[in-house]
C-alpha cells in the first residue's frame, strides 16, 4: 500500500518538474498552453450583432431549415440548459450558440475540422427567459436557426 503511494508521489514530482524545466527553457510558454486567437471581444459583447460581427465581421445571417436547434421549451434551471445544434449544409466551419438576454450573447463558438459532421451539443446558462440562437458558419456565409427558451430559475447570477 505504502509503494503505491510513493509510487503516485514520484509521478507526480517528475510530472511537475518536466513541465517546471519546460517553462524556465522558455519552451512552454503560456500563450502556447492557453487558446491562441481566442475571441475575446465576442465573448464579452452585450448583443448578438456585435458578437458576430466580432466573429464574422458581419451580423447578417440567412434563417436556414438545414440548421436544425434542439432545446427545451422550458428550462427548470438556467444554469444547465442542454443545447443541441446540427447542421447539413456543405463546408460547415463553424457553430456558434448565443442568447441575447444573457449578459454577454456568446455561450459558445466551435471550429469545426474539414469534413466533420456539424454537430455540437452542450449545456449553456442562461440567466432570463430568452431566444437561443445557433449560428452555423458554411461556404463563407452565415446560417441560423433560433428557438425560445422559458427559464424558471436564472443561472447568470440570477
Same mark, same amino acid.
Given at each position: 500500500?505504502?509503494?503505491?503511494?510513493?509510487?503516485?508521489?514520484?509521478?507526480?514530482?517528475?510530472?511537475?518538474?518536466?513541465?517546471?524545466?519546460?517553462?524556465?527553457?522558455?519552451?512552454?510558454?503560456? &500563450?502556447?498552453?492557453?487558446?491562441?486567437?481566442?475571441?475575446? +471581444? /465576442?465573448?464579452?459583447?452585450? @448583443? $448578438?450583432?456585435?458578437? =458576430?460581427? #466580432?466573429?464574422?465581421?458581419?451580423?447578417?445571417?440567412?434563417?436556414?431549415?438545414?440548421? &436544425?436547434?434542439?432545446?427545451?421549451?422550458?428550462?427548470?434551471? +438556467? /444554469?444547465?440548459?442542454?443545447? @443541441? $445544434?446540427?447542421?447539413? =449544409?456543405? #463546408?460547415?466551419?463553424?457553430?456558434?450558440?448565443?442568447?441575447?438576454?444573457?449578459?454577454?450573447?456568446?455561450?459558445?463558438?466551435?471550429?469545426?475540422?474539414?469534413?466533420?459532421?456539424?454537430?455540437?451539443?452542450?449545456?449553456?446558462?442562461?440567466?432570463?427567459?430568452?431566444?437561443?440562437?445557433?449560428?452555423?458558419?458554411?461556404?463563407?456565409?452565415?446560417?441560423?436557426?433560433?428557438?425560445?427558451?422559458?427559464?424558471?430559475?436564472?443561472?447568470?447570477?440570477?
Amino acid at each position: 500500500m505504502t509503494d503505491m503511494k510513493r509510487r503516485t508521489f514520484l509521478k507526480g514530482t517528475l510530472g511537475v518538474g518536466a513541465i517546471a524545466v519546460a517553462t524556465g527553457a522558455g519552451l512552454l510558454s503560456p &500563450t502556447r498552453v492557453l487558446a491562441q486567437g481566442w475571441p475575446q +471581444g /465576442a465573448f464579452h459583447s452585450r @448583443t $448578438v450583432d456585435g458578437a =458576430l460581427k #466580432d466573429l464574422f465581421h458581419t451580423e447578417h445571417t440567412t434563417n436556414s431549415g438545414k440548421v &436544425t436547434l434542439r432545446a427545451p421549451d422550458i428550462a427548470e434551471n +438556467g /444554469a444547465v440548459v442542454p443545447v @443541441t $445544434v446540427h447542421s447539413n =449544409l456543405p #463546408d460547415a466551419t463553424s457553430i456558434s450558440i448565443l442568447v441575447p438576454n444573457n449578459p454577454t450573447a456568446l455561450t459558445s463558438k466551435w471550429d469545426l475540422a474539414p469534413n466533420t459532421d456539424a454537430f455540437v451539443s452542450s449545456r449553456i446558462k442562461m440567466g432570463k427567459t430568452s431566444e437561443v440562437i445557433a449560428v452555423v458558419k458554411a461556404g463563407g456565409r452565415l446560417y441560423s436557426t433560433s428557438k425560445k427558451v422559458k427559464v424558471t430559475i436564472g443561472g447568470c447570477g440570477g
